[in-house]
């Protein structure tokens, strides 16, 4: 997304931005080729590749999550949660209240509330267990890799073996974790950076 809310998609043939349809708050996609947005009436929109354009989805969240398999998390204005359930084609409301949810798969969700407070959803209990540490976002890998943003920006990322977190770098507005360990931060001038 741009500044004003145009959508974008890399085409790495010409390795340039193609302009798409529609105009979206903030977008998510999964690596199953799943893209999903919500615009700034807090709408939901699934991409349609059938036909070029968006399919508008029943329900109203303010930040959303998509998995690399496709698995669908989101938070509406009230904080609450929900997971989308493709076999019904709605969504399945998860107790607990979050500020931001990301889902790297169907397994593997994190967020964080209002307060910095870090949780992790078990998916054996169908609770949250709190993580120690205080983030403002977090991202999540297919593969288990955590990291996220602290109040003042500064990027840690979560060692599972020992459940600590390691500083990494910083200041950043958004960051993004991918699997393997490929971190991306955006800062406040809105430059990239990528960390390994």
């Known amino acids: 997304l741009d500044r004003t809310g145009q959508v974008w998609h890399y085409n790495p043939s ?3 931005w193609d302009s798409m349809p529609g ?5 998510a996609v999964g690596a199953n080729g799943d893209v999903w947005g919500i615009d700034s009436w807090h709408q939901i929109w699934r991409y349609n590749a059938s ?3 968006w399919d508008n989805i029943p329900g109203s969240l303010v930040q959303l999550s998509v998995g690399a398999d496709g698995a669908v998390w989101g938070v509406n204005i009230a904080s609450e949660i929900y997971q989308f359930n493709p076999s019904t084609q709605s969504w399945n409301h998860i107790p607990g209240n979050l500020k931001q949810v990301s889902a790297g798969s169907s397994q593997n969700v994190w967020g964080v509330n209002w307060i910095g407070e870090i949780w992790r959803f078990n998916f054996q209990t169908h609770t949250w267990e709190n993580v120690p ?3 403002a976002s977090i991202s999540v890998a297919f593969d288990g890799t955590v990291c996220g943003i602290n109040s003042i920006g500064a990027a840690w990322r979560y060692h599972s073996s020992d459940r600590n977190w390691e500083q990494l770098a910083g200041p950043f507005q958004s960051i993004a974790v991918a699997s393997g360990g490929a971190i991306w931060g955006v800062n406040s001038s809105g430059d990239s950076y990528q960390y390994w």
Not at 23 to 27: E, F, G, S
């Open 133 to 135: 540490g205080s983030l």
């Open 14 to 16: 010409i390795q340039n």
């Open 23 to 27: 105009n979206l708050a903030q977008i």
């Open 51 to 53: 036909i070029s354009n």
